[in-house]
Protein backbone atom coordinates (compact mmCIF):
# COMPACT_ATOMS: atom_id res chain seq x y z
CA UNK A 1 0.00 0.00 0.00
CA UNK A 2 3.01 2.72 0.83
CA UNK A 3 4.51 2.00 -2.80
CA UNK A 4 0.88 2.97 -4.40
CA UNK A 5 0.37 6.18 -1.87
CA UNK A 6 3.99 7.40 -2.61
CA UNK A 7 3.10 7.16 -6.19
CA UNK A 8 0.14 9.33 -5.80
CA UNK A 9 2.65 11.59 -3.39
CA UNK A 10 5.04 12.02 -6.93
CA UNK A 11 1.53 12.91 -9.15
CA UNK A 12 -0.20 14.77 -5.91
CA UNK A 13 -2.73 17.57 -7.55
CA UNK A 14 -5.06 19.79 -5.90
CA UNK A 15 -7.88 21.49 -8.19
CA UNK A 16 -9.41 24.09 -6.85
CA UNK A 17 -11.42 27.55 -7.90
CA UNK A 18 -13.34 29.99 -7.36
CA UNK A 19 -16.91 29.05 -8.43
CA UNK A 20 -18.10 31.10 -11.88
CA UNK A 21 -21.04 32.56 -13.42
CA UNK A 22 -23.83 30.26 -14.35
CA UNK A 23 -23.04 27.74 -11.33
CA UNK A 24 -26.38 25.90 -11.60
CA UNK A 25 -25.68 24.74 -14.79
CA UNK A 26 -21.88 23.83 -14.47
CA UNK A 27 -23.56 22.05 -10.96
CA UNK A 28 -26.00 20.50 -13.14
CA UNK A 29 -23.37 19.22 -15.64
CA UNK A 30 -21.57 17.94 -13.39
CA UNK A 31 -24.04 15.42 -11.72
CA UNK A 32 -24.59 14.20 -15.52
CA UNK A 33 -20.85 13.17 -15.99
CA UNK A 34 -21.76 11.50 -12.76
CA UNK A 35 -24.26 9.52 -13.55
CA UNK A 36 -22.96 8.92 -16.89
CA UNK A 37 -19.78 7.06 -14.60
CA UNK A 38 -22.88 5.62 -13.06
CA UNK A 39 -24.20 3.83 -16.37
CA UNK A 40 -20.64 3.39 -17.96
CA UNK A 41 -17.88 3.01 -15.25
CA UNK A 42 -19.81 1.01 -12.18
CA UNK A 43 -16.32 -0.13 -11.15
CA UNK A 44 -14.92 3.14 -10.57
CA UNK A 45 -18.07 4.58 -8.95
CA UNK A 46 -18.05 2.18 -6.54
CA UNK A 47 -14.33 3.39 -5.74
CA UNK A 48 -15.92 7.25 -6.01
CA UNK A 49 -18.36 6.39 -3.59
CA UNK A 50 -15.85 5.07 -1.10
CA UNK A 51 -13.92 8.31 -1.47
CA UNK A 52 -16.99 10.36 -0.76
CA UNK A 53 -17.72 8.35 2.54
CA UNK A 54 -14.41 8.62 3.81
CA UNK A 55 -14.24 12.12 2.58
CA UNK A 56 -16.65 13.27 4.57
CA UNK A 57 -16.65 11.01 7.61
CA UNK A 58 -12.58 11.83 7.57
CA UNK A 59 -13.88 15.89 8.13
CA UNK A 60 -16.51 14.91 10.28
CA UNK A 61 -13.83 13.12 12.72
CA UNK A 62 -11.66 15.69 12.18
CA UNK A 63 -14.18 18.91 13.53
CA UNK A 64 -15.64 16.18 16.31
CA UNK A 65 -11.71 16.40 17.47
CA UNK A 66 -11.61 20.17 17.85
CA UNK A 67 -14.71 20.09 19.45
CA UNK A 68 -13.89 17.26 22.11
CA UNK A 69 -10.16 18.99 22.91
CA UNK A 70 -11.99 22.24 23.09
CA UNK A 71 -14.82 20.46 25.60
CA UNK A 72 -12.06 18.78 27.51
CA UNK A 73 -10.16 22.20 27.81
CA UNK A 74 -13.40 23.69 29.24
CA UNK A 75 -14.70 25.08 25.88
CA UNK A 76 -18.33 24.00 25.87
CA UNK A 77 -19.49 26.51 23.05
CA UNK A 78 -19.46 23.38 20.23
CA UNK A 79 -22.01 21.22 22.25
CA UNK A 80 -23.92 24.48 22.44
CA UNK A 81 -23.83 24.59 19.08
CA UNK A 82 -24.88 21.06 18.55
CA UNK A 83 -21.01 20.06 16.73
CA UNK A 84 -20.54 17.50 18.92
CA UNK A 85 -22.78 15.17 16.87
CA UNK A 86 -22.17 12.29 14.31
CA UNK A 87 -24.59 14.13 11.63
CA UNK A 88 -22.33 15.02 9.08
CA UNK A 89 -25.08 17.54 7.95
CA UNK A 90 -23.77 19.62 11.07
CA UNK A 91 -20.53 19.81 9.81
CA UNK A 92 -20.33 20.23 5.50
CA UNK A 93 -19.29 23.20 4.25
CA UNK A 94 -20.67 24.07 0.89
CA UNK A 95 -17.16 24.79 -0.61
CA UNK A 96 -15.01 22.73 1.54
CA UNK A 97 -17.16 19.48 1.41
CA UNK A 98 -19.82 19.48 -1.46
CA UNK A 99 -17.64 20.86 -3.89
CA UNK A 100 -14.89 18.86 -3.88
CA UNK A 101 -17.35 15.69 -3.52
CA UNK A 102 -19.12 16.89 -6.91
CA UNK A 103 -15.47 17.49 -8.36
CA UNK A 104 -14.81 13.91 -7.96
CA UNK A 105 -17.40 12.35 -8.86
CA UNK A 106 -16.27 14.43 -12.40
CA UNK A 107 -13.09 12.12 -12.25
CA UNK A 108 -11.06 14.61 -10.30
CA UNK A 109 -8.69 13.33 -7.57
CA UNK A 110 -10.00 15.14 -5.22
CA UNK A 111 -8.89 13.95 -1.63
CA UNK A 112 -8.66 17.66 0.36
CA UNK A 113 -11.43 19.77 1.73
CA UNK A 114 -12.36 21.05 4.87
CA UNK A 115 -15.71 21.51 7.25
CA UNK A 116 -17.58 24.13 8.76
CA UNK A 117 -15.11 25.17 11.65
CA UNK A 118 -16.00 24.09 15.31
CA UNK A 119 -17.25 27.42 17.43
CA UNK A 120 -14.35 27.68 19.75
CA UNK A 121 -14.32 30.33 22.66
CA UNK A 122 -10.97 30.93 23.54
CA UNK A 123 -10.96 32.77 26.80
CA UNK A 124 -12.92 29.66 28.29
CA UNK A 125 -9.91 27.26 27.22
CA UNK A 126 -8.18 26.49 30.38
CA UNK A 127 -4.14 26.19 30.23
CA UNK A 128 -3.86 28.79 28.50
CA UNK A 129 -1.80 28.36 25.25
CA UNK A 130 -1.34 24.57 25.87
CA UNK A 131 -5.27 24.56 25.67
CA UNK A 132 -5.25 26.64 22.45
CA UNK A 133 -2.69 24.33 21.04
CA UNK A 134 -4.36 21.00 21.89
CA UNK A 135 -7.39 22.11 20.22
CA UNK A 136 -5.54 23.55 17.22
CA UNK A 137 -3.96 19.88 17.02
CA UNK A 138 -6.89 17.72 17.43
CA UNK A 139 -8.04 17.83 13.98
CA UNK A 140 -4.76 16.86 12.60
CA UNK A 141 -4.55 14.16 14.83
CA UNK A 142 -7.63 12.13 14.56
CA UNK A 143 -6.59 12.29 10.72
CA UNK A 144 -3.30 10.98 11.50
CA UNK A 145 -4.58 8.50 13.93
CA UNK A 146 -7.26 7.05 11.22
CA UNK A 147 -4.54 6.79 9.16
CA UNK A 148 -2.01 5.01 11.34
CA UNK A 149 -5.26 2.92 12.09
CA UNK A 150 -6.08 1.54 8.95
CA UNK A 151 -2.73 0.93 8.16
CA UNK A 152 -1.97 -1.06 11.34
CA UNK A 153 -5.31 -3.07 10.53
CA UNK A 154 -4.30 -3.56 6.82
CA UNK A 155 -0.67 -5.01 7.54
CA UNK A 156 -2.15 -7.32 10.49
CA UNK A 157 -2.57 -10.60 8.12
CA UNK A 158 -6.33 -10.86 7.63
CA UNK A 159 -7.42 -11.98 4.38
CA UNK A 160 -9.77 -9.06 3.64
CA UNK A 161 -12.55 -8.58 1.03
CA UNK A 162 -11.13 -6.20 -1.90
CA UNK A 163 -14.05 -3.45 -1.05
CA UNK A 164 -12.84 -3.58 2.31
CA UNK A 165 -8.70 -3.35 1.19
CA UNK A 166 -10.15 -0.37 -0.80
CA UNK A 167 -11.80 1.32 1.83
CA UNK A 168 -8.26 0.70 4.02
CA UNK A 169 -6.66 2.22 1.19
CA UNK A 170 -8.29 5.29 0.56
CA UNK A 171 -8.98 5.84 4.63
CA UNK A 172 -5.49 5.72 4.99
CA UNK A 173 -4.83 8.14 1.93
CA UNK A 174 -7.38 10.71 1.79
CA UNK A 175 -6.28 11.15 5.72
CA UNK A 176 -2.88 11.50 5.62
CA UNK A 177 -3.74 14.07 2.44
CA UNK A 178 -6.06 15.98 5.21
CA UNK A 179 -3.31 15.84 7.44
CA UNK A 180 -0.68 17.28 5.43
CA UNK A 181 -2.77 19.81 3.95
CA UNK A 182 -4.41 21.09 7.13
CA UNK A 183 -0.49 21.56 9.18
CA UNK A 184 0.50 24.15 6.42
CA UNK A 185 0.11 27.46 8.15
CA UNK A 186 -1.99 29.06 6.43
CA UNK A 187 -5.26 30.68 7.68
CA UNK A 188 -8.07 29.02 8.75
CA UNK A 189 -6.01 26.07 8.41
CA UNK A 190 -5.02 24.03 11.47
CA UNK A 191 -1.29 24.94 11.08
CA UNK A 192 -2.05 28.86 11.28
CA UNK A 193 -4.37 27.97 14.71
CA UNK A 194 -1.26 26.08 16.14
CA UNK A 195 1.37 29.74 14.57
CA UNK A 196 -1.79 31.99 16.58
CA UNK A 197 -1.28 30.10 19.64
CA UNK A 198 2.45 30.87 20.69
CA UNK A 199 1.26 35.11 19.46
CA UNK A 200 0.24 37.94 21.72
CA UNK A 201 -3.87 38.37 21.49
CA UNK A 202 -2.96 41.45 19.38
CA UNK A 203 -1.18 39.21 16.24
CA UNK A 204 -3.52 36.25 16.92
CA UNK A 205 -6.38 38.27 16.07
CA UNK A 206 -4.53 39.92 12.84
CA UNK A 207 -4.48 35.90 11.94
CA UNK A 208 -7.61 35.59 12.23
CA UNK A 209 -8.66 38.43 10.14
CA UNK A 210 -6.78 36.67 6.84
CA UNK A 211 -9.13 33.57 7.28
CA UNK A 212 -11.09 35.12 4.46
CA UNK A 213 -8.21 35.50 1.93
CA UNK A 214 -6.85 31.83 2.58
CA UNK A 215 -8.80 30.15 0.39
CA UNK A 216 -7.75 32.54 -2.43
CA UNK A 217 -3.86 32.16 -1.25
CA UNK A 218 -4.29 28.46 -1.80
CA UNK A 219 -5.77 28.82 -4.96
CA UNK A 220 -2.51 30.74 -5.46
CA UNK A 221 0.09 28.27 -4.18
CA UNK A 222 -1.80 25.63 -5.95
CA UNK A 223 -1.39 27.17 -9.52
CA UNK A 224 2.51 27.74 -8.97
CA UNK A 225 2.49 24.53 -7.30
CA UNK A 226 4.08 25.74 -4.50
CA UNK A 227 1.13 23.86 -2.70
CA UNK A 228 2.00 20.14 -4.47
CA UNK A 229 5.59 20.31 -3.09
CA UNK A 230 4.71 21.37 0.64
CA UNK A 231 2.00 18.43 0.74
CA UNK A 232 4.31 16.00 -0.83
CA UNK A 233 6.59 16.64 1.50
CA UNK A 234 4.48 16.44 5.04
CA UNK A 235 3.49 13.45 3.36
CA UNK A 236 6.23 11.48 3.05
CA UNK A 237 7.45 12.49 6.36
CA UNK A 238 3.98 11.12 7.90
CA UNK A 239 4.44 7.79 5.79
CA UNK A 240 7.65 7.47 7.55
CA UNK A 241 6.43 8.26 10.72
CA UNK A 242 3.27 5.80 10.19
CA UNK A 243 6.26 3.49 8.42
CA UNK A 244 7.86 3.23 11.49
CA UNK A 245 5.40 2.58 13.68
CA UNK A 246 4.19 -0.49 12.06
CA UNK A 247 7.96 -2.08 12.34
CA UNK A 248 7.63 -1.75 16.25
CA UNK A 249 4.59 -2.96 16.11
CA UNK A 250 4.67 -6.23 13.69
CA UNK A 251 8.55 -6.37 13.57
Given at each position: ??????????????????????????????????????????????????????????????????????KFSGD???????????????????????????????????????????????????????????????????????????????????????????????????????????????????????????????????????????????????????LDKIM????????????????????
Amino acid sequence: MFDEIKRYIKRIEYENGSIPIGVKIIFGLMILLGIKNLIFFKESFVKMIIEIVVLVMSLLFHELGHGYAAKFSGDKTAEYYGRLSLNPLNHLDPMGTILPIIMRIMGFPIFIGWAKPVPINYRNLKNGKIGEISVALAGITVNFLLALISMIIFYSGIDFLPIFREILYKTTLINISLCAFNLIPIPPLDGSRVVASFLDTHRKIQIFTFDRFGFFIIILLSYTNILDKIMRIIMSGEIILIENILRLIYG
